[in-house]
């Protein structure tokens, strides 16, 4: 049974600052820039703590504002713990270390590739195995979570374009660089379930996207299938032509697949995506009949 507390302090204090100038930036920029800002950390502390328990909400609290630039210092509290989390005391410093270690490890990735992305991630794996309690054995989160909750920080970021802003962390600042942001998947309505699995897998090839990166078709179980192709380094490569891909071929590739239920456990949406390309597998040539 959970009940709604307010608030519950963890540990981890950060500052997000925005170097502004006194007197020519106008004052509703700073602020919603600020505002966007928070809310995209706290998105992604959402997403770290997904595998941990749903209900958990990371909000940020406002501990102090200082001037010249604009520093916000930034408490982590959670709402909607539950009884069983309250009451042991372990936990807090744990979370607090988790969302002060992955938003450091993750924001130096902002305009990072999939691969890299997932690299962060691992880094964490130790940390979510020394979860207290009932938390042990929580898995990360998936890197198409982590990538739009990215991208969101980007695009909060991008508003104020030409001021630096950074994060300051225990474990070292962060300059969060000004890149234009992909653009998170828009949520699903009514959805209680989502189970992702990921591996590596065998892909062949049907259509390749000569443009972009969201219309690959592959073909998997005897289907064809669209893929979303996460490792923009490969594609990148491809495009310029230094990958070729000749009918019949296949790839080896590390995949994320999220797959959403509603309540009666009807599927409401199947995404697979591509984390990265590990080899081009071409077909033996056959020879002649004699």
Sequence with gaps: MERELSAEFVEGEIGLVIDYS?????????????????????????????????????????????????????????????????????????????LVK???????????????????????????????????????????????????????????????????????????????????AAPQEGVTQEITNSGVEYFKVKAPDMLGTSQWTVQRNNRSVRVEMLHRGWIDAYHRREKVILPGDSLKCRYEERIVYDQNGTELERRLAIIEVLDIITPPVQGALI
């Design 22 to 98: 006194p007197g020519k930036t106008p004052a509703v920029a700073v602020l919603q820039a600020a505002m966007s800002m928070v809310q995209s950390l706290d998105r992604l502390d959402s997403v770290l703590l997904s595998s941990v328990d749903t209900s958990l909400e990371p909000v940020s609290v406002l501990n102090d504002v200082q001037h010249s630039s604009l520093k916000m210092l930034l408490a982590r509290v959670l709402r909607n713990v539950p009884d069983e989390m309250v009451a042991n005391l372990d936990w807090r410093p744990w979370v607090g270390n988790l």
């Design 102 to 184: 992955g938003k450091y490890a993750l924001l130096q990735r902002i305009d990072a590739d999939a691969p890299q992305v997932m690299e962060a991630l691992d880094s964490l794996k130790e940390d979510y195995k020394g979860a207290p309690g009932r938390l042990i054995g929580y898995h990360l989160p998936s890197v198409s979570d982590v990538m739009d909750a990215l991208d969101g920080v980007a695009k909060a970021r991008s508003a104020i374009a030409g001021h630096a802003v950074r994060v300051e962390t225990a474990l070292g600042d962060v300059s969060i660089p000004d890149v234009l942001p992909a653009g998170p």
